[in-house]
């Protein structure tokens, strides 16, 4: 676990917050802010780019856990939330709005850096699984626009589906192009001329 992690604590008790800033530090990262306010939330992480977000929430409601999930920006950064009380529709609303984990019965101090570490692979692993769906629906997305290109080569052209691409990877290799990159120009020229 990387010791140079940013955490920023949003916790209104001073006190608390005093306590979770020295237990953080005592489990061995020392660049901890600690926020009294969850109204400054947004501020204080544009300002302090946390990699991870603690917030203690003592009775959490639904309006509560999608605002500061929104505003921690649960897909930039992981956002551990600790609450005294829940139900199964609390939980299900922080785990869709990203939270990389929610725990129950508050926080204690001796589960503070297990809770950190899980925090952080789970959001690791979300963004890697978001990464493999992005990159997967560009493919496809790539893959209907070159097969809408080729439909138009062999039409104009009156070649086959294979000669068709053929022609496309040749023309991108000739200009030291992508075979995306000339079937979108294909498609864009057709839609003007239409």
Known sequence: MREDLSILVVED???KASQITQALN??????????????RLDQAIKS????????????????????????????????AMFVDHTDPDLTQAALTAGVSAY?????QMNRIRPVIETAIARFQIMKQMQSELDAAKR???????????????????GLSEDEAYKL?????MDQ????IDVAQ????AADLLS
């Not at 005592?26 to 109204?39: F, I, K, Y």
């Not at 725990?103 to 926080?107: A, E, F, I, Q």
């Not at 496309?168 to 991108?172: E, F, P, V």
């Open 13 to 15: 008790n001073p006190e």
């Open 103 to 107: 725990v129950v019965d508050g926080l």
């Open 139 to 157: 493919a496809l997305e790539d893959r209907k626009t070159i097969d809408r290109a080729k439909g138009i080569v062999m039409r104009r052209r």
């Open 26 to 39: 005592a489990a061995g990262w020392s660049d901890v802010h600690a926020l009294g306010q969850t109204a």
């Open 176 to 179: 030291g192009r992508k075979v």
């Open 168 to 172: 496309m990877r040749k023309t991108a």
């Open 48 to 79: 302090r780019q946390p990699d991870i977000v603690l917030i203690d929430l003592a009775n959490p409601d639904r309006d509560t856990l999608e605002h500061l999930s929104q505003v921690s920006d649960t897909k930039a950064r992981a956002v």
């Open 185 to 188: 120009a294909l498609v864009t």
